[in-house]
């Protein structure tokens, strides 16, 4: 089997050697593979989010590289030194879980002390500098109990080492104070320079904080990419099913670049690689389903009929059904000017068509009765 590379994308970072290598990292449970082969790279400064369904293998991949647990082959570098096999406590690293694991009975100072090294003057100096970073110098003397949960989190954002490891922190918050929380620590977290790994089931927390996303998937990476392009470019069809909202279009392959779907022809941006007939997928985002206010002949448009419209804070989500397109059910995102622009109503047929240069092609799902 053949490990799974993924290589780093900061620019200013390229030549460097990463600050945490992952190299074709494995980890069984019985028979079954958690982890396979998997290897990556994570460059200093960075924050990478780990994202996945339940199962998908990526609180075990944390694990691994918090020493909780050891893989069955593989190697993990800090820092080019070898910390497979090492103990937690010989690790260069923070573990912050849901309740931030700060030491209840050390106070602020204490707590971000603890884990400095050198002389007590130069611990002194570096804790003050270090509150004063966070916004936290006038409550030194506070212990975690006294503290807000957004300041216990910039806290324990202060206290980490090289390297810190974040298990869904903000999992166990209402909405409105994981937004407010997961600002602050983005901020505080390039403020303070630290190496960040961060295991979210939550696509939004992904993509607003990461400088990269780890999309696994039954124990291997989909895809490791810019939060942009993991939305924009999926990489593979489960990347374009599991994050964010999508179209999928039952279509078939015609020579070059072209596509048949339903009674409609589309000329594809790239060629599909696909011979003549057979089977495809095309997929799209609704924000690229694009609605017209009236008819033009000359429009590469089809006419769909309003089924459902749905308030989405911000935006409406409107399903359509698209005779032309072989009676395929849609939705599009408008915004709230759009839509009465637009004067959509249940049952109203409006002029409907594809941005083609967001349209990707993947090779049709073939089902297990070879359907």
Known sequence: MTALHVASTPADAASAAPHLLLDGVSKRFGRHAVLSELTLSVNKGEFVCLLGP???????????????????????????????????????????????????????????????????????????????????????????????????????????????????????????????????IRALQQKLGVTTIMVTHDQEEALTMADRVVVMHGGRIEQCASPHTVYREPASRFVASFVGQGNWLAGRALGGQQAQLGERVLTLAQSHGLADGQPLSLFIRPEDLILHAGWSASRDADLAEVRKLELLGPIYRVGLHVPAWGGAEVQADLTHAQLAELELTPQRRVPLSLNLARLQVFAAEVSPCGG
């Open 54 to 184: 339940s199962g998908c293998g990526k609180t075990t991949l944390l694990r691994q590289i918090a020493g909780l647990d050891a893989p069955d082959a593989g190697r993990i570098l800090l820092n080019g030194r070898d910390i497979t096999r090492l103990p937690p406590a010989a690790r260069d690293y923070g573990m912050v879980f849901q309740s931030y694991a700060l030491f209840p009975n050390l106070d602020v100072a204490g707590n971000i002390a603890y884990g400095l090294g050198g002389r007590r003057a130069d611990k002194q100096r570096r804790v003050s500098e270090l509150l004063a970073l966070i916004g936290l110098d006038d409550i030194a003397e506070k212990y975690p109990a006294q503290l807000s949960g957004g300041q216990q989190q910039r806290v324990a954002l202060a206290v980490s080492p090289s390297l810190l490891l974040l298990d869904e922190p903000l999992s166990a918050l209402d909405a409105r104070v994981r937004e407010h929380l997961r600002r602050e």
